[in-house]
T-cell receptor, first 112, second 116 residues
Framework: DAGITQSPRHKVTETGTPVTLRCHQTENHRYMYWYRQDPGHGLRLIHYSYGVKDTDKGEVSDGYSVSRSKTEDFLLTLESATSSQTSVYFC???????????FGPGTRLTVL | AQSVTQLDSHVSVSEGTPVLLRCNYSSSYSPSLFWYVQHPNKGLQLLLKYTSAATLVKGINGFEAEFKKSETSFHLTKPSAHMSDAAEYFCVVPHPGSGGYNKLIFGAGTRLAVHP
């Protein structure tokens, strides 16, 4: 357990609406990540952060933005949700001492 | 470029029999390698990690994996399956980048079913 919580855990929304998912960590890690999980694809990186206000894109970043104004919180925003963004979203932190990522419990998002 | 291929999308075993989940990797250098497990409707849990200290790595819940550079493989095994082992398993290789953030490259996953 790496002290990661995600909220909400489940959300249903409509196409075209903005959605924000929150990842909260309690261990003061510098690196945080957002992934999406889809059948047959494993997990794919959306965005990551290497410090407050320091973020960068992953491999599937189109349609997503992130913000990190505090060390403990990493927000993922879907600017205008589409049905293709229906997925399970996982947040992760990296423990630098072991160079290992640990994952939160996930958020299941359905876009109708 | 780093990549991983999990050779079986589904594996089915009987309780008490051995488990073998196969993973091949591609890397331009000797990588770290991970196995993560995901139980239904749960997050991912680290099962074990290879870091070049030893080719045979022991993980949690009786699992182990052997790194074979000549075969570019990192197969996951367990001598005797338990019903609670039913889950999806992911083989993962880090892709180092600038600033050391290490993007993770995931295999597509292997779903393990365990029958009584």
């Amino acid at each position: 357990d790496a002290g990661i919580t995600q909220s909400p855990r489940h959300k249903v929304t409509e196409t075209g609406t903005p959605v924000t998912l929150r990842c909260h960590q309690t261990e003061n890690h510098r690196y945080m990540y957002w992934y999406r999980q889809d059948p047959g694809h494993g997990l794919r990186l959306i965005h990551y952060s290497y410090g407050v206000k320091d973020t960068d894109k992953g491999e599937v970043s189109d349609g997503y933005s992130v913000s990190r104004s505090k060390t403990e919180d990493f927000l993922l925003t879907l600017e205008s949700a589409t049905s293709s963004q229906t997925s399970v979203y996982f947040c992760a932190i990296k423990r630098e001492s072991t160079d290992t990522q640990y994952f939160g419990p996930g958020t299941r998002l359905t876009v109708l | 470029a780093q990549s991983v291929t999990q050779l079986d999308s589904h594996v089915s075993v009987s309780e008490g029999t051995p488990v073998l989940l196969r993973c091949n990797y591609s890397s331009s250098y000797s990588p770290s390698l991970f196995w993560y497990v995901q139980h239904p409707n749960k997050g991912l849990q680290l099962l074990l990690k290879y870091t070049s200290a030893a080719t045979l790595v022991k993980g949690i819940n009786g699992f182990e994996a052997e790194f074979k550079k000549s075969e570019t493989s990192f197969h996951l095994t367990k001598p005797s399956a338990h019903m609670s082992d039913a889950a999806e398993y992911f083989c993962v290789v880090p892709h180092p980048g600038s600033g050391g953030y290490n993007k993770l490259i995931f295999g597509a996953g292997t779903r393990l079913a365990v029958h009584p």
